[in-house]
């Protein structure tokens, strides 16, 4: 006969194998350009099954790919090519696959970024240009509030005066939300202000980014994360 507190092992045991067995896999992409460790700490602590890696047919199958991204513009670009990331990007989303873009790794999603008089072609998912933040102070560093659009599932369950961390020089600061595809539906989109108003997270069906690092933010960046998760 099993004991009582055998079966309650027994039981714990089955739950966390079920738990194991039914974590999403998140691949952060590691193209040379981003904090992935501290990415990857995040994505565990909220719950997903993570991997560090550039492998195509990895990143691929995954059940979310996280593209981080610090630095320059044009580097970011340059790294993502040459690691075959823009390809990996544009098919995960050709078959509605998740991506969440961090930091850089949501700019260069954009049309174009323009940084010291360069300008260099981004992925262009979405219409805008990057472009140097107009601050007393920059670079923007540290906590900072953000409006975010009525029916966002990003920052679900997160009260209006939850604080993200920020580091950047450059952000896309404009955003025609009423020239869009009759057909296709608007994305959210959530703002930001550093001496003007900037674009700080982006929900546009399976694409999901965020200029501040989420991965940075406490228990706010953590709230997030989960929700990001729990659409996987």
């Keep these: 006969m099993t004991s009582a507190s055998g079966k309650a092992a027994a039981s714990g045991k089955a739950a966390a194998s079920g738990k194991a067995a039914t974590a999403k896999k998140v691949v952060v992409f590691d193209y040379g350009f981003g904090n992935i ?3 990857e700490r995040a994505l ?3 719950g997903a099954d993570v991997e560090i890696t550039r492998d195509y047919d990895r990143a691929m199958a995954a059940d979310g790919l996280v593209v981080p991204g610090v630095g320059a513009f044009s580097s970011c670009m340059a790294g993502l090519k040459a690691a075959r990331g823009d390809w990996i990007v544009g098919r995960r989303l050709a ?3 998740p991506v969440l873009g961090i930091c850089v790794g949501m700019q260069i999603l954009f049309e174009r970024g323009i940084e010291h008089g360069v300008e260099t072609d981004g992925l262009d998912e979405w219409p805008g240009t990057v472009g140097p933040l107009a601050a007393p102070i920059v670079p923007h560093m540290g906590w900072n509030t953000v409006r975010a659009p009525e029916g966002s599932e990003l920052f679900a369950g997160l009260d209006a005066g939850a604080r ?6 450059y952000a896309v600061h404009d955003w025609d939300l009423t020239v869009t595809n009759a057909n296709i539906r608007a994305p959210k989109v959530t703002w930001a202000t550093h001496g003007e108003p900037f674009v700080a997270a982006v929900e546009n069906g399976a694409l ?4 501040f690092h989420p991965e940075k933010s406490g228990d706010a960046g953590a709230q997030l994360l989960t929700n990001w998760i729990g659409t996987l």
């Design 44 to 46: 565990a602590r909220a």
């Design 95 to 97: 078959g509605g696959r």
């Design 37 to 39: 460790r501290s990415a």
């Design 164 to 169: 993200f961390y920020f580091v950047h020089s």
């Design 208 to 211: 999901w980014a965020t200029q």
